[in-house]
């Protein structure tokens, strides 16, 4: 298993949805991959592509909501700077610190720019029970 397969919490028909490495500060924090090979930007973006974007933001929005309560504010960031294929980020920004699996999650800046921020490696065992966790409460 690849190191991105062993992070994929949901195939859709057009998407991927993975869980993103780095889940200190931003727990749940998440990133959807288009299976289209040559989608490069968010302007290669079919209609049929973007409407599914949106049912895998409000699938991660529940699943979060279901996990964490309200007081989340969802950010979606589609860059491709570093990798020049279509994916968007989803970033969650607790309003309130969050305790999971012995750790406080504490957005740093709650009102503002989701980066810098601090990183800090969870155990693989801690982002398999994250990833498992999102994955049971998607609808």
């Not at 992070?7 to 500060?25: S, T």
């Not at 991959?33 to 599914?52: F, G, I, P, T, Y």
């Not at 960031?77 to 999971?100: D, M, Q, V």
């Amino acid at each position: 298993m690849s190191d991105f397969e062993k992070f994929k919490i949901r195939e859709y028909n057009l998407w991927v949805l993975f869980l993103h490495k780095e889940q200190y500060p931003y727990i749940g924090r998440c990133y959807a991959w288009a299976k289209r090979e040559d989608a490069r930007s968010v302007s290669d973006m079919n209609l049929q592509e973007s409407s599914e974007l949106l049912v895998i933001i409000h699938d991660w929005g529940y699943a979060l909501h279901s996990l964490f309560g309200g007081g989340f504010w969802p950010n979606l960031a589609i860059l491709g700077n570093e990798t020049p294929h279509l994916h968007a980020h989803l970033i969650p920004r607790h309003r309130k610190p969050i305790e999971a699996h012995g750790i406080r999650f504490e957005d740093p800046n709650p009102n503002g720019n989701y980066a810098p921020y601090p990183k800090i490696d969870l155990p693989l065992e801690t982002l398999m029970k994250i990833k498992s966790d999102i994955g049971q409460k998607l609808p």
